[in-house]
């Protein structure tokens, strides 16, 4: 039989840096789940991506122990990251602040495939390329 689940969590922690200090803490903390175990374990698992904002799930169960799921980091910081600028437009219709490659956009659609609410690869790079368009960025290609 199954533990129960009594709480489902979505929080975005920076890869290998994940602290007991908020968001972190209280939202594990109003669960009773040991938020110490939680960053150790996270901050193991997520070294490789070190600095990048990296979704997580997390399952709390009625026993107080918890599972986590670690999704991809979001489109918008993985184009901000190939593009080399700090933030998107502010008036993305009007103002362009940098371009990214269409081999960048595919090698981003790869890593989020198995995030992305797409058939395929093409589809996938399609809403990358949304997303680009709606950062301010150019896609060359």
Same mark, same amino acid.
Do not use: C, W
């Given at each position: 039989?199954? &533990? *129960? ?34 960053? !150790?374990?996270?901050? *193991? ?10 979704? =997580?799930?997390? #399952?709390?169960?009625?026993?107080? #122990? ?15 990251? !190939?593009?080399? =600028?700090?933030?998107?437009? #502010? ?11 269409? *081999?960048? =956009? ?5 890593? &989020? ?20 368009? #709606?950062?301010?960025? *150019? =896609?060359?290609?």
């Amino acid at each position: 039989m199954s &533990k *129960e689940i009594i709480a489902k969590i979505k929080l975005q922690v920076t890869a290998g840096q994940a602290t007991p200090a908020p968001p972190v803490g209280p939202a594990l903390g109003q669960h009773g789940v040991n938020i110490g175990q939680f960053v !150790s374990q996270f901050n *193991e698992q997520t070294k490789n991506l070190q600095g990048m904002v990296t979704p =997580v799930e997390i #399952s709390v169960y009625k026993d107080k #122990s918890f599972t986590f799921i670690i999704k991809s980091p979001p489109a918008a910081v993985l184009l901000k990251k !190939s593009a080399g =600028v700090a933030k998107g437009a #502010s008036e993305p219709n009007r103002t362009k602040v940098g371009k990214v490659t269409r *081999e960048q =956009v595919e090698e981003i659609a790869k890593t &989020k495939l198995a995030d992305l609410n797409a058939k395929n690869l093409d589809m996938a790079v399609r809403i990358i390329e949304g997303t680009a368009r #709606s950062m301010g960025l *150019e =896609v060359e290609g």
